[in-house]
Each structure stands twice: as structure tokens, then as C-alpha cells.
């Protein structure tokens, strides 16, 4: 069965796409997690992603062209499937290319494989788990934000979504009722494992089920919904399991201050909303947080202390903690790490620092002068801005510095893009947009993808020297420990300097021992002589 590709909703402002260039030609192969074509929105220029694994049977807009959001650009599906039922069912404007059918189609597939009816035939939409990190494989439904039922705007926030990198909306691009969901909150579903269906209300989608998901069978069909009354005054079919969420009476609050307030243990039934019509909102939860806490120090909870008495507890893993699991442990045991300590007197950077912080809009920190510095050395050293590719290694010729911070769930990288040409109050400002970003779960896939270099700074948790595993693609990451104040000889006597450690891992397939130090002295020197860094 063919998959429609239509213009995906890319940032919250868009209403149209222009598609920039096409990645696939018509008759090419195509897998799930390949880049369709580049889209430029009103914020930036994307990648559509498929979703689907077939061949390119149809390309709907040309390049150069905008479509609007939801508009039909592409189908993929089976050599020589007949695409005309999906384009006549399409509100879409007249395409601009229609390719014929392949010259030599491939045999359809057998009778028995397909679905007795198809999405187009019903009207309806199916949305599937998308690819929302390059590494995914599969999302966990942390909160659906609809329920069944329910009236579905194309910009609505279906699902919270928990990737192996952070925790992501999901947009179902389409107006219509939510018929039916796939997959329960707290379970997993592959990447294009359908989740939803939307379209009219009271559409019979019980035909289309066995054959839209084979992988898995669904976990809860959708109850018809009758007529439009019936979703406005619930039908007991809905209500039963909806008791307290009429259109009426839902309960208001925003995606972020619902998943915040269940990652907290908050009923939000207890806090006053202060948006507008008395919307929840992230503060909201925070300062009830603030107060709940107050109150759970007075009352403390008891624990098992006996002397004796053995115990433990269980974990459950995030899908960020299995991803960082597996990658960090093929990249220990397939690169050959080598590492590289080097040690750089800081007293030139924090009196530079000082300076530049009288006069700098955003507060530079020493990591955003390390990712300066950092961005340069790579510049005359691009050996280490490489990666190992199996059989050659790709050497790029821009730098994209990840910064790896601490969350709750595990590690994530943002990425400063072109740091080399950004000032450093440019990197300060657009490193701390990136970490509250990431902190507050709003960080997007194309914020922590694309490194081409990684730095690790544990020097503010007192670390004084560490070794870091190697971030793929990568082939170097540097570690970075805390500045530390020593007594050294000078002249007669003594004095104090201000010192910090820095280890560089280096994959030896892609860059020698050599190549390394000779990064590191460019590097030290920078740091030791910070105003070369605004030359």
C-alpha cells in the first residue's frame, strides 16, 4: 500500500514550504529514514523524512515551488502501483508533476497482503510513529494530549513522545476526530508503527486495521464516534474511560506543564492556571512544585534503615539512557580510543573573561571560550574535525560543536553550528538558548545533531581530569576538568597560578597521536592567549 508524503508542519509559524531540492527522483529507492527533499520554512531549512520504505512513484511539487502544509509532495509505495486513487482523493492544488507509470512495473503485491480498504478510500489519515532523532528506532508514549474522539486541528499536539534523546511533540499535520489510537501511554512503537487515525466522524476504520500495522496488532480499536453531537454531549462509549474531559470541562494546561507536572507526581486538578481562560502553565507547575516540596521536607517520608535488612531498587531505563547505552558502548569497543592530557594556565582567560563580561550582552562562561577556541584549532587542524566512515574518512569543512550537558534522563549534545565564525557572545547566547532548551524538553532534533567535534566539561562538579568515550560521528572529544589554583617557583619564590587539565580522546583510525597534540598546543595557546580569539 502507497504512502502519501505530505508538507509536514516544521516549525510552529509555517504555513507553507518551498521545496529547496529534491533528494529522491521518481523510481528511486527509498528508506524509511531517508532525507525526501530540503524544505525551507519561514525559520530555516529542513529535511523531510518519508517514513516509508518503497520506491518514489510520485513527486507533487517542483523544485523551487512552496506547498502548503498538509498539501500532498510525494508517494511513495510499490513499482507500478496505481497512484490515481490517492491523487484524486487529495485537496491539494493541481501538482505540478505527474510522472507515468514505470515501463517495466514490477508484479502487484499479492491480493492477500493488501488491506480491503485503504486510507484514501476512507478518508482518513494514519499517523505512525516518526523519526524524531537520527538514532531512533523507536518513541515511547509518555502522554497522549487527545483522546478519542476528540477534535483534531492539523497543528495539534497529539502525543509527548520519548525518543533516545529528549521528549518530543507529535503533530498530526490534518484536521478531523481522533477515531483511534495504536499505542497505550508507557508503551514503545517502532518507527512508522501507526499510532492514530484521524478523519470523519464515524468513520468504520475496523476494515482498515489488519492490514495498515502488520508488525504489530493494535492495541485498542477506536469506538466510532455516531454524528458531531455525540462528540460534543460524549457518548458513554467515550465518556467511560474520559469521565472528566468533556470539551467543556477539560482540563486546560500546556504540553510542556503536563509533561512536567507527570514527571513530578502533580495533580493539575491542584494548581490555579495563570494563562489565558486559566491555562496551566510551566510556571505554574514550578512554583506548585516549590510549595509541594515545602511541604514533603515538614512531613518526612519513613525508609527501611534496619540494620541488617537488605534491599534494593529498579530503574526502569529511558530510551535516552538505552541509546547512550549502546552507542557510547560500539563506539568504546569498535574505536580504538587513544588519549591526550595536556595542561593550560588559565590566568590570561579569567582576567579576559572578567573583561569581556562588562561589556557582552549574555554572560560568556570558560566552556563557551573552550568551544571558541576549540572551533579555531579545528580550523588549522581539520584532521580532527573528521570522521571514520568505514572505508574513508570524511573531513568536513565546517564546525559544528557539540556540548554535552547533564539531564535527569541522561546525556544529550547540543550543537553550535559554524562556531567558528560566531563571536563569543554569539556562542554564549546561542549555547544557553540551546541548554534551556534541552532542559525544558523543547529541544528538537536538528538542535542536537550534525557535531563534528564534542567537548565534556565536568570541571563545575570538582572533577579535576577525566577520559571521555568518543560522541559519533566524531572521531575526537574533549574532556575538560575544573580550574585549579597550584603553587609554582617563580624567581626566588613562590606564587600561585590558576591551572586546568584537558584530555583529548582520539579515534586512532581517523586521527594519529601527532595530529592530536598538535591539536591541543593550538588549543592551549588560545586559551593562554585569549585575545587572539578576537583577531
Not at 514505470?102 to 478510500?121: D, I, N, Y
Not at 497529539?158 to 478531523?176: N, P, Q, R, S
Not at 519513613?302 to 529511558?318: C, I, R
Not at 536538528?446 to 567535534?453: A, K
Request: proline share 6%; net charge negative.
Amino acid at each position: 500500500m502507497a504512502e502519501v508524503i505530505r508538507m509536514p508542519l516544521l516549525s510552529d509559524t509555517m504555513t507553507e514550504g518551498k521545496i529547496v531540492k529534491w533528494n529522491k527522483k521518481v523510481g528511486d529507492p527509498v528508506k524509511s529514514d531517508d532525507s525526501l527533499a530540503d524544505v525551507e520554512t519561514d525559520k530555516a531549512t529542513m529535511e523531510v523524512i518519508g517514513y516509508a520504505d518503497g520506491t518514489l512513484l510520485y513527486i507533487g511539487i517542483n523544485e523551487g515551488e512552496a506547498a502548503k502544509v498538509n498539501d500532498i509532495i510525494a508517494i511513495v509505495g510499490a513499482p507500478g502501483e496505481d497512484i490515481q486513487p490517492y491523487l484524486a482523493n487529495a485537496s491539494v492544488a493541481t501538482p505540478a508533476a505527474i510522472p507515468s507509470a514505470q515501463s517495466t512495473p514490477a508484479p502487484p503485491a499479492p491480493a492477500s497482503a493488501a488491506p480491503s480498504v485503504t486510507p484514501e478510500q476512507l478518508g482518513v489519515t494514519v499517523i505512525r510513529m516518526p523519526l524524531l532523532s537520527d538514532t531512533m528506532t523507536s518513541g515511547k508514549i509518555v502522554q497522549w494530549n487527545k483522546k478519542v474522539g476528540d477534535i483534531i486541528k492539523s497543528d495539534d499536539n497529539l502525543a509527548d513522545v520519548e525518543t533516545d534523546k529528549a521528549t518530543m511533540e507529535v503533530i498530526g499535520y490534518t484536521d478531523g476526530t481522533l477515531l483511534y489510537i495504536g499505542i497505550q501511554e508507557g508503551e514503545s512503537a517502532k518507527i512508522n508503527d501507526v499510532i492514530a487515525i484521524i478523519g470523519k466522524p464515524g468513520t468504520d476504520i475496523s476494515a482498515l486495521l489488519p492490514g495498515i500495522n502488520s508488525s504489530a496488532a493494535p492495541i485498542a480499536a477506536s469506538q466510532p464516534v455516531s454524528t458531531p453531537q455525540a462528540q460534543t454531549t460524549n457518548t458513554p462509549a467515550v465518556a467511560a474511560n474520559h469521565t472528566t474531559n468533556s470539551s467543556d470541562n477539560r482540563l486546560k494546561a500546556s504540553p510542556l506543564a503536563k509533561l512536567l507536572a507527570k514527571e513530578k507526581g502533580i495533580d493539575l486538578n491542584q494548581i490555579a492556571g495563570s494563562g489565558d481562560g486559566g491555562r496551566i502553565t510551566k510556571k505554574d507547575v514550578d512554583e506548585f512544585k516549590d510549595s509541594a516540596s515545602a511541604l514533603s521536607a515538614a512531613v518526612p517520608v519513613a525508609k527501611n534503615t534496619a540494620f541488617g535488612v537488605e534491599g534494593y531498587s529498579d530503574t526502569q531505563l529511558t530510551s535516552m539512557r538505552k541509546t547512550i547505552a549502546r552507542r557510547l558502548g560500539e563506539s568504546m569497543f569498535t574505536a580504538p580510543h587513544f588519549y591526550l592530557t595536556m595542561e593550560i594556565n588559565m590566568d590570561n582567560a579569567m582576567k579576559a573573561r572578567a573583561q569581556m563580561n562588562e561589556f557582552s550582552p549574555t554572560k560568556i562562561s570558560f566552556q563557551d571560550m573552550l568551544i571558541k577556541a576549540s572551533a579555531l584549532s579545528l580550523k588549522k587542524h581539520p584532521a580532527v574535525n573528521s570522521s571514520w566512515m568505514g572505508d574513508f574518512i570524511r573531513t568536513y569543512d565546517h564546525v559544528h560543536i557539540g556540548s554535552a550537558i547533564a539531564l535527569p534522563e541522561g546525556l544529550i549534545v547540543p550543537v553550535l553550528r559554524f562556531a567558528d565564525h560566531k563571536s563569543l557572545s554569539e556562542i554564549a547566547a546561542e549555547s544557553k538558548e540551546l541548554y534551556d532548551k534541552a532542559r525544558n524538553k523543547k529541544i528538537q532534533p536538528s538542535d542536537f545533531t550534525g557535531n563534528t567535534f564534542t567537548i565534556s566539561n565536568l570541571g563545575m562538579m570538582d572533577i579535576d581530569e577525566f577520559t571521555a568515550i568518543i560522541n559519533p560521528p566524531d572521531s575526537c572529544i574533549l574532556a575538560v576538568g575544573k580550574i585549579k589554583e597550584i603553587v609554582v617557583k617563580k624567581g626566588e619564590g613562590f606564587t600561585t597560578t590558576n591551572v586546568m587539565k584537558l584530555t583529548l580522546s582520539c579515534d586512532h583510525r581517523s586521527v594519529d597521536g601527532a595530529v592530536g597534540a598538535s591539536f591541543l598546543q593550538t588549543l592551549k595557546k588560545y586559551m593562554e592567549n585569549p585575545l587572539a580569539m578576537l583577531l
